[in-house]
């Protein structure tokens, strides 16, 4: 069993910032990478950034510059640091990782429950 709990959401006024966090605990052998997707109403849900257990990066066109990912591989954790924010940023937010499990070493991808993030004045 694998949970991912998701922090940080909210409220804010255009051009403010804020922080997401995802904890990943359960019976996880190793995490190779975790990532945040969004998902605005009536839209796919679409990456926003993701990062490797080595930290390598991946970001959105529409985020780079603005966003920060990062990662805690002995806690299992990612954050995403969101400054700048926009209207058009307005989303549920969902921590992923796609990771190994014990005991049977069986790789799959996990989702969190998502946290809703509003970027209104």
């Known amino acids: 069993q694998v949970q991912l709990v998701e922090s940080g959401g909210g409220l804010v006024q255009p051009g403010g910032s804020l922080r997401l966090s995802c904890a990943a605990s359960?019976?996880?052998?190793?995490?190779?990478?975790m990532g945040w997707y969004r998902q605005a109403p009536g839209k796919e849900r679409e990456l926003v950034a993701a990062?490797?257990?080595?930290?390598?990066?991946n970001y959105s066109d529409s985020v780079k510059g603005r966003f920060t990912i990062s990662r805690d591989n002995a806690k299992n954790t990612v954050y995403l640091q969101m400054n700048s924010l926009k209207p058009e940023d307005t989303a549920v937010y969902y921590c992923?990782?796609?990771?190994?499990?014990?005991?049977?070493?069986?790789?799959?991808?996990?989702w969190g429950q998502g946290t809703q993030v509003t970027v209104s004045s």
């Open positions: 992923n990782a796609d990771l190994w499990v014990r005991p049977t070493f069986a790789y799959g991808a996990y």
């Open positions: 359960g019976s996880i052998f190793s995490i190779l990478a």
């Open positions: 990062i490797t257990n080595g930290g390598s990066t």
